[in-house]
Protein backbone atom coordinates (compact mmCIF):
# COMPACT_ATOMS: atom_id res chain seq x y z
CA UNK A 1 0.00 0.00 0.00
CA UNK A 2 1.80 3.18 -1.24
CA UNK A 3 1.16 6.13 1.22
CA UNK A 4 0.94 9.64 0.98
CA UNK A 5 3.48 11.37 -0.48
CA UNK A 6 3.99 15.16 -1.22
CA UNK A 7 6.43 17.34 -3.27
CA UNK A 8 8.36 19.29 -3.34
CA UNK A 9 9.45 18.82 0.02
CA UNK A 10 11.74 22.23 1.05
CA UNK A 11 11.31 25.19 -1.40
CA UNK A 12 11.97 29.27 -1.22
CA UNK A 13 10.24 31.29 -2.57
CA UNK A 14 9.67 35.54 -2.78
CA UNK A 15 6.73 37.77 -1.58
CA UNK A 16 4.67 38.14 -4.70
CA UNK A 17 5.54 34.65 -6.20
CA UNK A 18 2.93 31.52 -7.49
CA UNK A 19 3.82 28.45 -5.66
CA UNK A 20 2.16 24.74 -6.39
CA UNK A 21 2.40 22.07 -4.35
CA UNK A 22 1.15 18.23 -5.05
CA UNK A 23 -0.10 15.24 -3.48
CA UNK A 24 -0.29 11.61 -4.21
CA UNK A 25 -3.45 10.43 -1.86
CA UNK A 26 -3.07 6.94 -0.72
CA UNK A 27 -4.21 4.04 -2.73
CA UNK A 28 -7.90 3.16 -2.03
CA UNK A 29 -8.71 7.39 -0.93
CA UNK A 30 -10.58 9.30 -2.91
CA UNK A 31 -10.83 11.95 -0.37
CA UNK A 32 -7.74 14.87 -0.40
CA UNK A 33 -7.33 17.42 2.60
CA UNK A 34 -5.24 20.31 2.72
CA UNK A 35 -3.72 21.63 6.13
CA UNK A 36 -1.26 24.52 7.39
CA UNK A 37 0.90 24.18 9.89
CA UNK A 38 3.01 27.42 10.87
CA UNK A 39 5.43 27.05 13.22
CA UNK A 40 4.72 25.95 16.76
CA UNK A 41 0.55 25.99 15.49
CA UNK A 42 -1.41 22.93 15.12
CA UNK A 43 -2.35 22.14 11.62
CA UNK A 44 -4.67 24.62 10.10
CA UNK A 45 -7.71 23.50 7.76
CA UNK A 46 -7.09 24.68 3.97
CA UNK A 47 -9.84 23.08 2.33
CA UNK A 48 -11.04 19.19 1.18
CA UNK A 49 -11.37 18.22 -2.71
CA UNK A 50 -13.92 14.79 -2.91
CA UNK A 51 -14.52 13.30 -6.23
CA UNK A 52 -12.44 16.61 -8.04
CA UNK A 53 -14.77 19.07 -6.24
CA UNK A 54 -14.07 20.71 -3.41
CA UNK A 55 -15.60 19.76 -0.33
CA UNK A 56 -15.25 22.60 2.56
CA UNK A 57 -12.86 25.25 3.12
CA UNK A 58 -11.53 26.53 6.01
CA UNK A 59 -10.53 30.68 6.73
CA UNK A 60 -7.84 31.15 3.77
CA UNK A 61 -8.07 33.66 0.95
CA UNK A 62 -8.66 32.68 -2.33
CA UNK A 63 -5.08 33.06 -3.50
CA UNK A 64 -5.72 29.90 -1.74
CA UNK A 65 -6.74 27.27 -4.79
CA UNK A 66 -6.97 23.64 -5.63
CA UNK A 67 -7.35 20.82 -7.95
CA UNK A 68 -7.91 17.28 -7.61
CA UNK A 69 -7.46 15.07 -10.61
CA UNK A 70 -9.40 12.00 -11.62
CA UNK A 71 -6.36 9.89 -9.99
CA UNK A 72 -7.30 11.72 -6.38
CA UNK A 73 -3.83 13.58 -6.60
CA UNK A 74 -4.14 16.84 -5.56
CA UNK A 75 -2.66 20.01 -5.94
CA UNK A 76 -2.35 23.29 -3.91
CA UNK A 77 -1.72 26.78 -5.75
CA UNK A 78 -0.83 29.95 -3.84
CA UNK A 79 -0.86 33.50 -5.45
CA UNK A 80 0.88 36.41 -4.13
CA UNK A 81 2.63 34.65 -1.49
CA UNK A 82 3.06 36.31 1.69
CA UNK A 83 5.71 36.33 4.32
CA UNK A 84 2.59 34.53 6.61
CA UNK A 85 2.86 31.56 4.42
CA UNK A 86 5.73 30.58 5.25
CA UNK A 87 4.40 27.10 6.73
CA UNK A 88 4.62 23.41 6.56
CA UNK A 89 1.81 22.15 3.96
CA UNK A 90 0.29 19.37 4.69
CA UNK A 91 -1.62 17.07 2.17
CA UNK A 92 -4.31 14.25 4.10
CA UNK A 93 -5.80 11.32 2.56
CA UNK A 94 -9.03 9.13 3.69
CA UNK A 95 -11.04 6.37 3.00
CA UNK A 96 -14.13 6.73 0.81
CA UNK A 97 -17.16 8.74 1.77
CA UNK A 98 -16.85 12.25 3.17
CA UNK A 99 -18.78 11.92 6.93
CA UNK A 100 -16.69 11.39 9.81
CA UNK A 101 -16.55 7.84 10.96
CA UNK A 102 -18.18 7.11 14.59
CA UNK A 103 -16.79 4.10 14.55
CA UNK A 104 -13.67 5.18 17.56
CA UNK A 105 -12.01 1.57 15.89
CA UNK A 106 -8.53 2.75 14.57
CA UNK A 107 -9.47 1.20 11.36
CA UNK A 108 -12.35 3.44 10.47
CA UNK A 109 -13.12 5.43 7.67
CA UNK A 110 -13.02 9.50 8.67
CA UNK A 111 -8.96 9.22 10.21
CA UNK A 112 -6.64 11.27 8.08
CA UNK A 113 -3.41 9.94 6.47
CA UNK A 114 -0.98 12.87 6.45
CA UNK A 115 2.05 13.04 4.27
CA UNK A 116 5.57 14.26 5.31
CA UNK A 117 4.47 18.06 4.43
CA UNK A 118 6.10 20.30 2.12
CA UNK A 119 7.71 23.15 3.67
CA UNK A 120 7.43 26.51 2.49
CA UNK A 121 9.46 29.64 3.09
CA UNK A 122 8.40 33.20 1.60
CA UNK A 123 11.60 35.72 1.29
CA UNK B 1 -10.57 31.91 19.02
CA UNK B 2 -8.92 28.70 19.53
CA UNK B 3 -11.53 26.30 19.26
CA UNK B 4 -9.20 23.29 20.94
CA UNK B 5 -6.69 23.96 23.63
CA UNK B 6 -3.61 21.94 24.45
CA UNK B 7 -2.55 23.80 27.27
CA UNK B 8 0.78 22.38 28.30
CA UNK B 9 2.93 22.92 25.61
CA UNK B 10 5.31 20.29 26.40
CA UNK B 11 5.73 17.21 28.88
CA UNK B 12 8.51 14.99 30.52
CA UNK B 13 7.80 11.76 31.71
CA UNK B 14 10.25 8.83 33.01
CA UNK B 15 10.27 5.84 31.18
CA UNK B 16 7.71 3.32 32.38
CA UNK B 17 5.71 5.69 34.42
CA UNK B 18 2.27 7.28 33.09
CA UNK B 19 2.16 9.95 30.65
CA UNK B 20 -0.96 12.17 30.06
CA UNK B 21 -1.86 14.78 27.69
CA UNK B 22 -4.73 16.71 28.04
CA UNK B 23 -6.99 18.51 25.52
CA UNK B 24 -10.23 21.10 25.82
CA UNK B 25 -12.35 22.31 23.56
CA UNK B 26 -14.67 24.94 23.28
CA UNK B 27 -17.47 24.20 20.46
CA UNK B 28 -20.58 21.90 22.13
CA UNK B 29 -20.63 20.86 18.41
CA UNK B 30 -17.96 18.66 18.43
CA UNK B 31 -18.69 15.01 18.47
CA UNK B 32 -15.15 13.20 17.73
CA UNK B 33 -11.92 13.48 18.72
CA UNK B 34 -8.73 11.91 17.40
CA UNK B 35 -5.12 12.19 18.87
CA UNK B 36 -1.67 12.52 16.40
CA UNK B 37 1.48 11.90 16.85
CA UNK B 38 3.57 13.74 15.21
CA UNK B 39 7.57 12.88 14.42
CA UNK B 40 10.70 15.83 13.27
CA UNK B 41 10.15 15.68 9.59
CA UNK B 42 7.35 13.46 9.50
CA UNK B 43 3.49 14.20 8.64
CA UNK B 44 1.31 13.18 11.84
CA UNK B 45 0.18 9.80 12.40
CA UNK B 46 -3.09 8.63 13.67
CA UNK B 47 -2.87 7.05 17.67
CA UNK B 48 -6.60 6.69 18.34
CA UNK B 49 -10.22 8.19 18.39
CA UNK B 50 -13.06 8.22 20.13
CA UNK B 51 -17.27 9.72 19.50
CA UNK B 52 -19.19 11.50 21.58
CA UNK B 53 -20.90 8.34 22.36
CA UNK B 54 -18.14 7.02 24.58
CA UNK B 55 -16.30 8.06 27.18
CA UNK B 56 -13.33 5.61 27.10
CA UNK B 57 -11.70 3.72 24.25
CA UNK B 58 -8.40 1.67 24.60
CA UNK B 59 -6.15 0.65 22.39
CA UNK B 60 -3.08 -1.24 23.73
CA UNK B 61 -1.03 1.21 25.59
CA UNK B 62 -2.86 4.21 24.83
CA UNK B 63 -6.44 5.41 26.12
CA UNK B 64 -8.21 8.38 25.64
CA UNK B 65 -11.21 9.49 28.04
CA UNK B 66 -13.91 12.14 27.32
CA UNK B 67 -15.53 13.93 29.48
CA UNK B 68 -18.20 15.87 27.53
CA UNK B 69 -19.73 17.64 30.35
CA UNK B 70 -16.46 19.33 31.15
CA UNK B 71 -15.49 19.36 26.90
CA UNK B 72 -12.34 17.63 28.16
CA UNK B 73 -10.25 15.08 26.97
CA UNK B 74 -7.13 13.06 27.68
CA UNK B 75 -4.55 10.79 26.28
CA UNK B 76 -2.96 8.13 28.58
CA UNK B 77 -0.09 6.44 27.79
CA UNK B 78 1.04 3.43 30.08
CA UNK B 79 3.88 2.80 30.29
CA UNK B 80 5.82 5.20 28.63
CA UNK B 81 8.80 4.38 26.17
CA UNK B 82 11.35 6.51 24.57
CA UNK B 83 9.97 5.70 21.66
CA UNK B 84 7.04 7.90 22.70
CA UNK B 85 8.33 11.42 22.82
CA UNK B 86 7.13 13.52 19.67
CA UNK B 87 4.64 15.74 19.48
CA UNK B 88 1.05 15.06 20.76
CA UNK B 89 -1.89 17.04 18.47
CA UNK B 90 -5.23 16.38 19.53
CA UNK B 91 -7.98 17.22 16.68
CA UNK B 92 -11.89 17.26 17.18
CA UNK B 93 -14.75 17.58 14.49
CA UNK B 94 -18.59 17.58 14.23
CA UNK B 95 -21.39 16.42 12.09
CA UNK B 96 -21.68 18.80 8.99
CA UNK B 97 -18.08 19.46 9.34
CA UNK B 98 -16.78 16.77 6.80
CA UNK B 99 -13.33 15.70 7.57
CA UNK B 100 -12.48 19.60 8.52
CA UNK B 101 -10.52 18.12 12.17
CA UNK B 102 -10.10 21.14 13.99
CA UNK B 103 -6.66 20.85 15.73
CA UNK B 104 -5.13 21.95 19.30
CA UNK B 105 -1.50 23.34 19.28
CA UNK B 106 0.29 20.33 20.56
CA UNK B 107 2.61 18.78 23.02
CA UNK B 108 5.28 18.02 22.97
CA UNK B 109 6.13 14.85 25.38
CA UNK B 110 9.85 13.73 26.23
CA UNK B 111 10.08 10.25 27.87
CA UNK B 112 13.52 9.71 29.68
CA UNK B 113 15.37 6.33 29.88
Known amino acids: ETGVTQSPTHLIKTRGQQVTLRCSSQ?????VSWYQQALGQGPQFIFQYYREEENGRGNFPPRFSGLQFPNYSSELNVNALELDDSALYLC??????????????????????FGEGSRLTVL | DQQVKQNSPSLSVQEGRISILNCDYT??????FLWYKKYPAEGPTFLIS?????DKNEDGRFTVFLNKSAKHLSLHIVPSQPGDSAVYFC????????????FGPGTRLSVLP
Open chain 2, 91 to 102: AASAVGYGQNFV
Open chain 2, 50 to 54: ISSIK
Open chain 2, 27 to 32: NSMFDY
Open chain 1, 92 to 113: ASSSPGTGVSRDPSPSATGELF
Open chain 1, 27 to 31: SGHNT
